[in-house]
């Protein structure tokens, strides 16, 4: 299994700012996906985060909009640019070990 | 694409009752199956899986069959209680090549139980 820790666990930020969210999971993995979970809504994948490479982005995702990194197996960043109140959703992080994703607590964003 | 279907909620129920939440699914391959479950206030956490055909997940009292013949994997209790509510999604994840693949979840199903 993966035991993974995100932060901040919430936050408010005001319209055209930018807000950064960790990701760290307790042992290497190959695996890393950023998720946004609308209020009311199921899991929608944003992007496959690649170690060492650029982040492979879902239809209707773009880099410019949430731009990934990726340093190392254990580590993960996903930024959400230039906000509005559109974006106002759980992001998770999630990742893969064996045949299971696992899932962090999530980080609840509102943007005012 | 892939997708997952799922019966939606909430779904009410007394406590004991039996329980069964439908999600069938489309896929172009050979998925494995999930069922995750969010409880008030927490995150996402994995409840039961299975890889292949035929193959039965089971947690916490929870069932779930891979059937491919119906393309399904419905949720099944037998007897539900009152922290068993909760909002409960069917996901699959296709493996192809060994390229990176995320889950593709159900709308997911609000399922509440009164005692």
């Known amino acids: 299994s993966a035991v993974i820790s995100q932060k901040p666990s919430r936050d408010i930020c005001q319209r055209g700012t930018s807000l950064t969210i960790q990701c760290q999971v307790d042992?290497?993995?190959?695996?890393m996906f950023w998720y946004r979970q609308q209020p009311g809504q199921s899991l929608t994948l944003i992007a496959t985060?690649?170690?060492?490479?650029?982040?492979?982005?879902e239809s209707g995702f773009v880099i410019d909009k949430f731009p990934i990194s990726r340093p190392n197996l254990t580590f993960s960043t996903l930024t959400v640019s230039n906000m509005s109140p559109e974006d106002s959703s759980i992001y998770l992080c999630?990742?893969?070990?064996?045949?299971?994703?696992?899932f962090g607590p999530g980080t609840r964003l509102t943007v005012l | 694409g892939n997708s997952v279907t799922q019966m939606e909620g909430p779904v009410t129920l007394s406590e004991e009752a039996f329980l069964t939440i439908n999600c069938t699914y489309t896929?172009?391959?050979?998925?494995?199956l999930f069922w995750y479950v969010q409880y008030p206030g927490e995150g996402l956490q994995l409840l039961l899986k299975?890889?292949?055909?035929?193959d039965k997940g089971s947690n916490k009292g929870f069932e779930a069959t891979y059937r491919k013949e119906t393309t399904s994997f419905h949720l099944e209790k037998g007897s539900v209680q009152v922290s068993d509510s909760a909002v409960y999604f069917c996901?699959?994840?296709?493996?192809?090549?060994?390229?990176?693949?995320?889950?593709?979840f159900g709308k997911g199903t609000h399922l509440i139980i009164q005692p």
């Open positions: 999630s990742a893969r070990a064996g045949d299971t994703q696992y």
């Open positions: 042992s290497q993995v190959t695996m």
């Open positions: 299975a890889t292949k055909a035929d």
């Open positions: 996901a699959l994840s296709e493996h192809s090549g060994g390229g990176a693949d995320g889950l593709t």
């Open positions: 896929a172009t391959g050979y998925p494995s």
């Open positions: 985060a690649n170690q060492g490479s650029e982040a492979t982005y």
